[in-house]
Nanobody
Framework: VQLQASGGGLVQAGGSLRLSCAAS????????MGWFRQAPGKEREFVAA???????????WYADSVKGRFAISRANADNTIDLQMNSLKPDDTAVYYC???????????????WGQGTLVTVSS
């Protein structure tokens, strides 16, 4: 699976961005998909994940820090995964990565395929 993340940019605090992860090589509906982020000087952390379409369809997990503000979704027809980010805060500034794995998980080691990152910068 090849993954390509896009949609990052500079936004003011309180604003919104929508990240997309386009997949090729395999149908992403068969994979659990996740978003992770890495801020400067910090370790990569879990942001959100969605289960494979087969089991159970549409189950989502979120980090406490983004719950209620971010939403992960599938567009299976386009073979993409989106991350809608609302009410952005300066602490959300990071490089965001999408990943594909065999099962829903919050730990990065369970994801075998990674896209390149897309930078999100939130100004105060």
């Amino acid at each position: 699976v090849q993954l390509q993340a896009s949609g990052g940019g500079l936004v003011q605090a309180g604003g919104s961005l929508r990240l997309s992860c386009a997949a090729s090589g395999h149908t992403v509906s068969n994979y659990a998909m996740g978003w992770f982020r890495q801020a400067p000087g910090k370790e990569r952390e879990f942001v959100a994940a969605i289960s494979p379409s087969s089991s159970p369809s549409g189950l989502t997990w979120y980090a406490d820090s983004v719950k209620g503000r971010f939403a992960i979704s599938r567009a299976n027809a386009d073979n993409t995964i989106d991350l809608q980010m609302n009410s952005l805060k300066p602490d959300d500034t990071a490089v965001y990565y999408c990943a594909a794995g065999s099962a829903l998980a919050k730990l990065s080691r369970y994801y075998g395929y990674w896209g390149q990152g897309t930078l999100v910068t939130v100004s105060s």
